[in-house]
């Protein structure tokens, strides 16, 4: 009777799923297999697209430019991921074990709601080396102007530290909500037995946050390593290239350039290396797992 | 590639307007609506009442304009002529339709050009050659455009320094000539001192008496490319359609180590401190004296938004004499229209001396043909702007030069760009740098 029963359940669950699965198809799926078939074309978006083998690969592998915007790209994410995690931990963790204000944790969210071409522009006013606040400011105290977005050695921590602003809050009040999830009286508990609040963050919340942090960083990973629209606001790869990041090179190649079988063989590259670095990320911190069990 | 006003890239908003074109196109030869696309939102009016105009004259063909900025436009239009569905007439520049010529997507107007008689000795003197190819034609010239300096009038005059100053001004890479004593002077740093001063403090500049562009692709049409040119180069064996850049030419690397010698004494920015806003709004703010500026942008400088008094003068006159960039539109007709006569029609009409007299009246850009720049001129001269200087270097004998028209433009735009950056940025030094591009750039063509 109950096996009967999980059949007739997995069928309805199957007629639910069917506007997204049909969503899916149309948006991703066949897109997606369109781009891998236009990888191995010499398609310009003009004219008919010619198969040409793997040589866009062969093309992609010998591209100076390409493995730079990657290595762009990587410094990127380890900066934003960075400074983004530990941020939203140390905020997270000072929601859950000092305030449980409504008004933080909306006025958190705020600069999430921005739209990310106005967070870039915002932010490209307030660090512009000769008109910017924020070097009127450092220029009254005497530091000089700073090139933030200008220097080759400044501009990509300057992008990430934007993105950070822009996203902490939000991966804080993800962390936040899996803080919840841990029992209050293994607190009350580690307090009687006269632990600190340290001691407790590194022994009881960040061991039973694993599952959720996870999946935060693996999320924010992939978004990471798509960063494109603060970088197309602000410095548009500038200077000489030291923040092309890879989806710009992709956007270049395809709709400056026009390169779309070069373009979309780059895409599928990197489509390759975010399934790979999931994969091993979920691995290793075993996601699917809770120490709570 | 900043070849126009693109600030306003949010501007998308009249592509509503195309929507309703299929129901007039039933083929029907007396009752045809044409499409056609350009990015300038300044020049709309203008093509507006040449549409009218048109639409009076032939009133079977109705003109539906769409405009959309810049960075849209081209990738919109590249789209719409892949799904096969594209204007009948757009507006064409010069680094992004050689890809369209190659791939067979412009008509060749040159059997309507020889029946109609078109007379193209009208136009600026080498513009109408400017979109051939092989004995095919691929658009009528519709406007021009040159360079000049623009410079801040009350900074300038604060530090001593008359109009009169500015209008032979000389110039070469070893010590800058009377352009670089000007620069000197018009800098000013935070004790009121300027660059010829020996108290003068390079570390806490105010004003700084030039401002470079260095977004400025592989043509240094804001800049580098006027000053090189005048020193003697040429971008590559043949325009347009050359296949041999020349950027690892001594002359150029020297134009740009001269820039980074203005740096180095303080009277330009460093790169790594540059702004990331464009240069009419630091000058507008007041941050430089003096920069290059194309004639598109007289609106811009002279208009009742400027912030500051602006003036033009001559670019300055290097060793092989004065130079300017030239450069200009046309009209294109898709290959893939229903109505090549009635296309033909309005092209010849947009190329003709009713339209761009009509265009020169508005004073936004100078039309093609020469009577209608004079239109141009008085237009601005009515308001008090004088612009005549742009004028007098496109009519100056062998005082122009055109700007590389070849395929894979933007490719080696980025390339060049790239390169002149990381020199100035100190990363190389600018032969080397200049060399690898120019190697990379020519590879394209193998």
């Known amino acids: 009777m109950s096996s009967t029963k999980r059949r007739d359940d997995r069928r309805a669950a199957w007629w639910f799923l069917v506007p997204v699965l049909a969503g899916f198809a149309v948006f991703y799926g066949y897109p997606a297999i369109r781009g891998a078939w236009y990888s191995v074309t010499d398609y310009t978006m003009l004219g008919t697209p010619a198969f040409v083998g793997a040589d866009n690969y062969d093309k992609l592998v010998h591209d100076s430019q390409f493995w730079r915007s990657l290595l762009v790209t990587v410094w990127y994410v380890v900066l934003n991921i960075g400074s983004q995690t530990v941020l939203a931990l140390l905020v997270a963790a000072l929601m859950h074990r000092l305030t449980r204000s409504v008004v933080l944790r909306a006025t958190l969210l705020l600069p999430w709601l921005v739209p990310n071409v106005t967070v870039g522009l915002l932010w490209m006013w307030l660090l512009d080396t000769n008109l910017g606040f924020v070097n009127h400011l450092l220029t009254t105290l005497g530091i000089g102007p700073v090139g933030f977005l200008t220097d080759a050695a400044l501009a990509m921590p300057s992008i990430a530290a934007i993105n950070t602003w822009a996203y902490a809050g939000y991966t804080a009040l993800l962390l936040y909500a899996g803080m919840l999830q841990i029992p209050q009286y293994l607190y009350e508990g580690a307090s009687i037995d006269g632990a600190g609040e340290w001691r407790m963050f590194r022994s009881i919340t960040l061991p039973l946050l694993r599952p959720v942090l996870a999946l935060v960083l693996v999320v924010s990973l992939i978004g990471s390593f798509q960063i494109f629209d603060t970088i197309a606001v602000t410095t548009q790869g500038d200077p000489a290239g030291a923040t092309r990041v890879l989806y710009y090179f992709i956007y270049q190649q395809a709709f400056s350039y026009f390169q779309m079988g070069y373009a979309s063989a780059a895409a599928v590259f990197l489509a390759l290396i975010l399934g790979v670095l999931t994969a091993v990320q979920m691995r290793l911190l075993r996601a699917s797992t809770s120490d709570l069990a | ?446």
């Open chain 2, 1 to 446: 590639m900043i070849r126009r006003t693109r600030a306003a890239a949010v501007l998308l908003s009249l592509a509503v307007l195309t929507g309703c074109s299929a129901t007039a196109d039933s083929g029907d030869k007396d009752n045809v609506t044409l499409d056609y696309w350009l990015w300038d939102d300044n020049q709309k009016a203008s093509y507006q009442a040449c549409a009218d105009a048109f639409t009076a004259a032939n009133p079977g063909i109705r003109i539906q304009i769409t405009q959309s900025a810049w960075d849209q436009y081209w990738q919109n239009l590249t789209t719409q002529l892949a799904s096969g569905d594209a204007p009948d007439v757009w507006t064409n520049q010069g680094s992004y339709y050689p890809q369209f010529v190659t791939s067979g997507q412009i008509l060749d107007i040159e059997p309507f050009v020889t029946a109609d008689k078109v007379d193209l000795t009208q136009y600026q003197a080498g513009l109408a050659d400017l979109f051939t190819k092989d004995g095919k034609r691929y658009g009528l010239p519709k406007d021009w455009d040159t360079m000049a300096l623009v410079y801040n009038v009350d900074h300038l005059a604060k530090q001593g320094i008359k109009p009169a100053d500015l209008a032979d001004l000389t110039w070469n890479p070893s010590d800058g000539g009377t352009f670089e004593k000007l620069i000197a002077k018009a800098t000013v740093d935070a004790n009121g001192k300027n660059g010829l001063d020996p108290a003068f403090d390079k570390t806490k500049v105010k004003v700084y008496g030039y401002l470079p562009e260095w977004a400025d692709g592989s043509q240094g049409q804001n800049g580098w490319g006027n000053l090189a040119a005048s020193n003697g180069f040429t971008y590559l064996d043949k325009n347009p359609w050359g296949t041999q850049y020349k950027y690892d030419d001594p002359a150029l690397a020297a134009t740009i180590d001269w820039y980074k010698s203005l740096i180095a004494k303080g009277y330009s920015p460093a790169l790594d401190k540059n702004s990331t806003l464009s240069r009419d709004t630091l000058m507008g703010a007041g941050k430089g004296a003096i920069s290059f500026a194309g004639s598109w942008t007289i609106n811009t400088y002279l208009g009742d938004d400027a912030k500051a008094a602006f003036a033009f003068a001559p670019v300055p006159a290097g060793p092989q004499g004065r130079k300017t960039a030239i450069n200009g539109l046309s009209d294109a007709i898709w290959a893939g229209t229903e109505h090549k006569d009635a296309a033909w029609k309005w092209v010849k009409f947009l190329g003709s001396a009713d339209c761009q007299n009509i265009v020169g009246g508005n004073g936004v850009v100078f039309p093609a043909i020469q009577g209608a720049g004079e239109k141009a001129l008085a237009a601005h001269k009515a308001k008090n702007r004088d612009v005549q200087v742009f004028v007098d270097e496109a009519k100056a004998a062998d005082g122009t030069f055109f700007l590389p028209i070849t395929e894979h433009g933007n490719e080696i735009s980025q390339t060049v760009q790239d390169a002149i950056q990381s020199a100035v940025l100190g990363q190389t030094d600018s032969a080397t740098a200049l060399k690898k591009a120019n190697d990379q750039v020519n590879a394209l063509f193998k």
